[in-house]
Every structure is written in C-alpha cells, then in structure tokens.
C-alpha cells in the first residue's frame, strides 16, 4: 500500500474539483487560463520578486 501526502492529496481535490466546475462553468475555465497568463507575465517580468508571497502552482 502506498502513501500520498496531505499536499498531494490536497493538489489532486483541487485539480479535480476546478475540472468538474470548469465543465459545469465555462466562464471559470477563461478566468483560470487569464489568471495564469497574468501569473507567468508577472513571473517573467519580475522574477523572483513575483513570488514573494509564494511560488505558482504551474
């Protein structure tokens, strides 16, 4: 029998569960794709300092 992590298990809830609501809201699907191009701008045009209040989960 094999272990997960409570952060694993936490990461693949919320992976699933943005899945289920993109499916059921097409609108989030947009806002999750804006909020990771935002994310990734911000990060190559700041660097590090973009994640000073923590990294992306990209």
């Known amino acids: ?3 997960i992590s409570q ?3 936490r990461t693949a ?3 699933r569960l943005s899945e289920m ?3 059921e ?3 989030y699907r947009t806002l999750v794709d804006v909020s990771r191009e935002v994310n990734e701008d ?3 045009d700041q660097g ?3 994640e ?3 990294p992306s989960a990209g």
């Open 1 to 3: 029998m094999s272990t």
């Open 7 to 9: 952060w694993q298990l």
């Open 13 to 15: 809830f919320a992976a």
């Open 21 to 23: 609501y993109g499916q």
């Open 25 to 27: 809201v097409p609108a």
């Open 42 to 44: 911000a990060l190559r």
């Open 48 to 50: 590090a300092d973009a």
């Open 52 to 54: 000073r209040l923590g």
